[in-house]
């Protein structure tokens, strides 16, 4: 019973001075909503990013170009990536490549891609516009669809025929709301029949693909940009529970067709000009990334759940040098140094407790409107807070709350009786 009667004490007093147990409460519950949207805002990020990606199928196994690593010390995507980005050329993927793969057991289809960049126009129109080129069974394995017209077959791809297909936003930007089917365009200086549009897809990760021109492969290749490599290949899967192994099957068939030695050490990929990725392997990285950011976020949260626990360490003193004449005359009645250490930590605790209450519904209810936002502007966005949101935020709220009222509650329970009595 004596412990009920410890929380009614401190209850009173949080009562006795409403505005200041509000704002000792309200640094909490700016903590403790930020943890919420943390995590809300993680799970809405990464479903967005998979749906994104589930888009392209998830019956896929995708290669692509890749700088070969001999920098020690460095991670190998990373040394990569630097070197596309500073401008170095892989050319060693090329179409044979492709139809080689497509040749393996569980490979159903595949397409190989390839992104450029030119000068196109129609009547007054001039727009610098990426072109895409992909092999024609792109349109199945992608899941796009025609608006109207059609997309190209692979005898026009082999025979390097002159024809395009819009994206949704290209076309308006070049024809309005007329119909550019049978049309011409130039790229360059030459002529393209238009022959069909895509029906509005959206960005995918950061391409737009709806302002892309798609372009036979082999055309774009020969006629626009004078190359015979690709950039990558998207491959479907017959199995995908043998996703992995097809994945090694391809790494060894490439090895053997770029003249790669073998690794001395096996998933040595470092000397390849290539990397293959499944899509379960997609969906992993996105999950390691996504859950790293949601750790950096919570780490910049943690910083304001600190300055409101030291909020509520100064108000404590502050209510104990108010207090200090209760104190006195409690321990002169015969509390003990434990009855008012117990006092004053729950009142700390009951005090982060209230705000990380009031916090998670706040953080719930601007996780709603950002996801009404979101999905206003066209984003796919859930709706979802995760189960260890909640017990992480109830536990941020009673450990600050414990380890910033143990301090002030030891200091006053080492009151003495009569100099606090004189307080009165």
């Given at each position: ?132 080129g992909v092999s024609s069974s792109y349109i199945d394995i992608d899941k796009s669809e025609i608006d109207y017209g059609r997309f190209f077959t692979e005898n026009e791809d082999k025979s390097l025929s002159k024809v395009v297909v819009l994206g949704s936003k290209i076309k308006e930007k070049l024809f309005g709301q007329n119909n550019p089917i049978g049309k011409f365009i130039k ?238």
């Amino acid at each position: 019973m004596r412990i009920f009667s410890t929380i009614q004490i401190s209850i009173k007093a949080m009562l006795a001075n409403k505005l200041r147990t509000m704002l000792t409460v309200l640094g909490m519950v700016i903590g403790i909503a930020s943890v919420i949207i943390v995590y809300s805002a993680g799970s809405g990020i990464e479903s967005l990013i998979l749906g994104q990606i589930e888009s392209f199928g998830t019956d896929i196994v995708q290669t692509e170009i890749k700088v070969p690593n001999n920098k020690k010390g460095i991670k190998e995507d990373t040394q990569s990536s630097i070197n596309i980005a500073t401008g170095i050329q892989v050319t060693t993927l090329n179409l044979d490549d492709a139809e080689e793969i497509k040749k393996l057991p569980n490979i159903k289809d595949g397409y190989a891609a390839i992104i450029g960049q030119e000068q196109v126009s129609f009547h007054n129109e001039n727009k610098k516009v990426m072109l895409f080129g992909v092999s024609s069974s792109y349109i199945d394995i992608d899941k796009s669809e025609i608006d109207y017209g059609r997309f190209f077959t692979e005898n026009e791809d082999k025979s390097l025929s002159k024809v395009v297909v819009l994206g949704s936003k290209i076309k308006e930007k070049l024809f309005g709301q007329n119909n550019p089917i049978g049309k011409f365009i130039k790229i360059k200086k030459t002529k393209f029949k238009v022959i069909g549009v895509i029906k509005e897809k959206g960005a995918v990760m950061i391409m737009d693909f709806d302002d892309f021109i798609y372009v036979p492969i082999r055309t774009l290749q020969k006629r626009i940009l004078g190359i015979n490599y690709i950039m990558y290949t998207v491959h479907q899967l017959e199995d995908l529970s043998i996703g992995d192994k097809t994945a090694e099957d391809i790494r060894m068939l490439l090895r053997e067709r770029h003249n790669i030695i073998k690794p001395d050490i096996v998933n040595d990929i470092s000397r390849d000009d290539f990397r293959v990725t499944t899509m379960s392997e997609m969906m992993d990285m996105l999950g390691t990334v996504t859950g790293a950011i949601t750790l950096l976020l919570l780490a910049i949260v943690v910083v304001s759940l600190i300055v409101g626990g030291v909020g509520i360490m100064n108000i404590m003193y502050v209510v104990i040098s108010e207090r200090t004449g209760e104190i006195g005359l409690r321990k002169a009645v015969g509390a003990s140094n434990s009855d008012i250490v117990k006092q004053f930590l729950i009142e700390s605790i009951l005090i982060t407790l209230t705000g990380g209450m009031i916090g998670i519904l706040l953080g719930i209810l601007i996780s709603y409107f950002i996801y009404l936002g979101a999905n206003y502007f066209g984003l796919d966005w859930r709706f979802k807070i995760p189960i260890k949101a909640y017990f992480v935020s109830l536990g941020f709220s009673t450990f600050f709350g414990i380890v910033f009222g143990v301090y002030p509650a030891k200091k006053a329970s080492k009151l003495e009786p009569v100099e606090a009595l004189n307080k009165l």
